[in-house]
């Protein structure tokens, strides 16, 4: 599946998506997550360490 054919698709009731296209989704929505919750434990780590020089 192409970048465009997953990004002009929208889950509606008048049209279910393919199996394929699920799996692209999910795909992406999980590498979102990763990068999401990386880029929250650095700023856990970083605020740490400020923390730990000021006491």
């Known amino acids: 599946m192409s970048e465009k ?7 509606s009731s008048l049209e279910d998506p393919t199996d394929e296209m699920l799996q692209a989704v999910m795909e992406q929505v999980g590498e979102a997550a990763r990068q999401s ?3 929250a434990d650095e700023v856990v780590r970083k605020r740490l360490s400020e923390i730990r020089a000021n006491l």
């Open 37 to 39: 919750s990386a880029a």
């Open 5 to 11: 054919e997953l990004h002009s698709f929208r889950l």
